[in-house]
């Protein structure tokens, strides 16, 4: 069984209310857990005291035995300490997800269409550039016309 510290959302519509919980990660996010160690109020000024609180000894105890904390509640941890240590609870380093700004597999598919295209458009300008223009001779309709008075 795998533990995870996560975040159960509670609540009404457009009020979120967090509480954070110990659960096996098999369990629904706002489903059955083993323990509620703290509470997340989103709608709180970032600065205020009231926004998370935080048992820190049961999140420490928890850690020693296993349970993973989710990217979130990692970041909170890493902001409380333990009375008597000076480190703090969980030790949070940020992700790094290098494919975020790459576009998917069919846009860049199109991106080198394009350039295919325009790099073909560009070669057959420069291949008309380079062969010399026909040289057009002067229309010829004058004599017609004589022609045509003269009978």
């Given amino acids: 069984m795998s533990l995870k510290i996560r975040l159960a959302r509670g609540g009404s519509k457009k009020r979120p209310f967090y509480s954070v919980v110990i659960a096996d990660a098999r369990a629904p996010r706002d489903g059955r857990f083993i323990e509620k160690i703290g509470v997340y109020d989103p709608r709180q000024p970032k600065d205020s ?15 020693k035995k296993g349970a993973q904390p989710t990217d979130r509640v990692a970041r909170f941890l ?28 069919k846009a ?14 560009a070669e057959a300008a420069a291949e008309a550039a380079k062969a010399p223009a026909p040289v057009e ?6 004599a017609p016309a004589e022609e045509a008075a003269s009978e």
């Fill in 137 to 142: 001779e002067p229309a010829a309709e004058e």
């Fill in 78 to 105: 890493s902001q409380i300490t333990v009375e008597g240590e000076s480190a703090p609870v969980y030790t949070w380093t940020a992700g790094s997800n290098l494919k975020k700004g790459e576009p998917g597999k």
């Fill in 49 to 63: 005291a009231e926004r998370v609180k935080i048992d820190g000894v049961k999140a420490a105890e928890w850690i």
């Fill in 108 to 121: 860049q598919e199109r991106v080198k269409e394009r350039a295919d295209k325009a790099a073909a458009a």
